[in-house]
Nanobody, 121 residues
Framework: QVQLVESGGGLVQAGDSLRLSCAYS??????MGWFRQAPGKEREFVAA????????YYAESLKGRFTISRVTAQNTVYLQMNSLEPEDTAVYYC????????????????WGQGTQVTVAS
């Protein structure tokens, strides 16, 4: 049974940093990533990591502020978010996909339940 459980969300001030964690189980050989959905907006891709963690992908607008990493041996993927802005306020979802490309296209993804990140100005 596949499970993805996010943690680490919360309320922070603009300029702060936050690290999200996603503990997953029941998966092997999957790419892992993060998406987010702001109020009234569609869910959007944030970052992805290949199974080997050798390749990472980011939404262009988030490059330089967000960093994805994973510890395969611990079945955990992280999203380090720096210099947070009120526009980063959203529910952040952990996702797993058969390949990085499929994950980014949201084709056949497994999803976590989401964790709320709120950035106050």
């Amino acid at each position: 049974q596949v499970q993805l459980v996010e943690s680490g969300g919360g309320l922070v001030q603009a300029g702060d940093s936050l690290r999200l964690s996603c503990a997953y189980s029941g998966l092997s050989g999957y790419a892992m990533g993060w998406f987010r959905q702001a109020p009234g907006k569609e869910r959007e891709f944030v970052a992805a990591s290949s199974w080997s963690a050798g390749t990472t992908y980011y939404a262009e607008s988030l490059k330089g502020r967000f960093t994805i990493s994973r510890v395969t041996a611990q079945n955990t993927v992280y999203l380090q978010m720096n210099s947070l802005e009120p526009e980063d306020t959203a529910v952040y979802y952990c996702a797993a996909g058969r390949t990085s490309g499929l994950l980014r296209a949201s084709v056949g993804n497994y999803w976590g339940q989401g964790t709320q990140v709120t950035v106050a100005s």
